[in-house]
């Protein structure tokens, strides 16, 4: 069975960080492009960053502002989403997805996993 399992959220405060692992299972992530996407509660899904099958260009949204950084490690068939300086706007629900193309659309990707929230609050 085709399966992405996301880990690593929860509550942090402002200006703390978190890393978020997306693990993949019965496919290996090196054939595929992986992209992080998140939802707010009353928001449609958006782009957050992505990353290429090989080391290659990886894609941020501009609301990141130089916060989040995005690596796969293969051999532990694994991609990681570090970050940093966390905000209050930046709580949602993130999810890994899995696809052909580093593309920012959730439509563009093939597999996804089941989220992990992020809650940011003082």
């Known amino acids: 069975q085709l399966q992405l399992v996301e880990s690593g959220g929860g509550l942090v405060q402002p200006g703390g960080s978190l890393r978020l692992s997306c693990a993949a299972s019965?496919?290996?992530?090196?054939?595929?492009?992986i992209g992080w996407f998140r939802q707010a509660p009353g928001k449609e899904r958006e782009g957050v960053s992505c990353?290429?099958?090989?080391?290659?260009?990886?894609y941020y949204a501009d609301f990141q502002d130089g916060r989040f950084t995005i690596s796969r490690d293969n051999a532990k068939n694994t991609v990681y989403l570090q970050m940093n300086s966390l905000i209050p706007v930046d709580t949602a629900v993130y999810y890994c997805?899995?696809?052909?193309?580093?593309?920012?659309?959730?439509?563009?990707?093939?597999?996804w996993g089941q989220g992990t929230q992020i809650t940011v609050t003082s």
């Open positions: 990353i290429h099958s090989t080391d290659g260009p990886t």
């Open positions: 019965g496919f290996s992530l090196d054939s595929y492009v």
């Open positions: 997805a899995a696809g052909r193309v580093c593309g920012i659309f959730p439509w563009e990707y093939e597999f």
